[in-house]
């Protein structure tokens, strides 16, 4: 019996480290690998050749979008393995309709999230940026040791998270570590869920005025633009930290550096609109802001776990096993 024949598409560029020769050899086993270089362009006559007798297609950061163009060049195309998040700006909605099933590995990107915002609480709620500057400032620590006799740390303090996402859900996983109190905002969690064990379903008000941290993980829609704005930020405690790994439309930037000129409340911002900010923008240099260029996603080796993630979705379907991480297309409204 013929193996499936397997190929890549993404930006090489940008996938380092998603597919180690561990990896390849466990894709080797259950199918045939056309070729280990992704393609980038599907216009190519090599690319065409290739997709013509490709029965797997493994995507990735980059990769060219699957649509009604591509199709006809892939007649035999029966899986896309998404080796990232998201696949809304891979997948065009021709790829269900033609019974293709489909993939990701958005679990497994969460939990670098999911890490870098349980660090960021802990960092916040301690005030160790605060402490940071002062102590550069003061080398005998005598202003450091005065904050330290503020109402600083984690013990007892409310964490907010507003969206009950796979990367909210991981990170109310992670908070069980800590003793915190987990508020949770999500209009689609019901009393059954299993995240209300970990955190007390509220409304978005509720939420912002009792949070000493405030963490955004809602999916980017065109429902949710700007879902955190003056008004928002107004209800915040003061001394209040926001956190947001999500993205950056979710937020009235306007608003957010307004409410952040005043010192009243504090920020951990890792992504932003637009994605890379003008050299002015003060979210630079305002001392209440801890600003990371979109990094809290996988980097490195952490991007390993997203290759793994493919590799057995990939070997369930050539077993003929159920995938656990198909995407169900009525549900891509409500995902990020």
């Not at 090599?46 to 297609?57: G, Y």
């Not at 040791?145 to 796979?166: C, D, F, H, K, Q």
């Not at 999916?219 to 947001?244: S, V």
């Amino acid at each position: 019996m013929m193996r499936p024949r397997l190929s890549f598409a993404m930006a090489a560029a940008k996938t380092l480290h998603v597919f180690d020769e561990r990896l390849y050899n466990r894709l080797s086993a259950c199918c045939e690998i056309l070729s280990k270089t992704p393609m980038e362009d599907f216009t190519t006559p090599q690319a065409r050749a290739q997709l013509a007798v490709t029965d797997i297609l493994v995507t990735g950061w980059g990769a060219p979008f699957v649509n009604t163009e591509v199709l006809p060049l892939a007649p035999r195309l029966r899986l896309i393995a998404h080796a990232a998040g998201t696949v809304k700006y891979t997948v065009g909605d021709a790829v269900y309709a033609a019974g293709i099933a489909v993939t990701n590995a958005a679990a497994a990107n969460a939990v670098p999230v999911a890490e870098y915002t349980l660090a960021a609480i802990i960092f916040a709620n301690k005030r160790l940026f605060e402490l940071r500057d002062i102590y550069r400032k003061d080398c005998d620590r005598r202003a450091t040791w005065a904050l330290m006799n503020e109402p600083i740390g984690n013990y007892r303090r409310t964490v907010g998270l507003i969206g009950a996402s796979r990367i909210g859900r991981k990170v109310a996983e992670l908070l069980e570590v800590l003793d915190v109190e987990v508020l949770l905002y999500d209009p689609y969690v019901t009393a059954d869920d299993p995240v209300t064990a970990q955190a007390r379903p509220v409304d978005l008000q509720t939420l912002l005025r009792e949070s000493d941290t405030i963490s955004l993980h809602a999916p980017a829609l065109p429902a949710t633009r700007h879902m955190i704005g003056a008004e928002q930020f107004a209800l915040m405690r003061d001394g209040a930290t926001f956190i947001n790994t999500a993205r950056g439309m979710l937020v009235d930037h306007d608003a957010m550096i307004d409410e952040l000129a005043t010192g009243r409340i504090n920020a951990i911002i890792d992504v932003t609109s637009p994605e890379v900010l003008d050299p002015g923008s003060p979210l630079y240099t305002l001392p209440n802001v801890f600003l990371t260029p979109h990094a809290a996603g996988a980097g490195g080796l952490e991007r390993l776990r997203l290759g793994e993630m493919a590799v057995e979705e990939i070997e369930r379907f050539v077993s003929g096993r159920p995938l656990e991480h198909a995407i169900e297309p009525h549900l891509l409204e409500r995902l990020a």
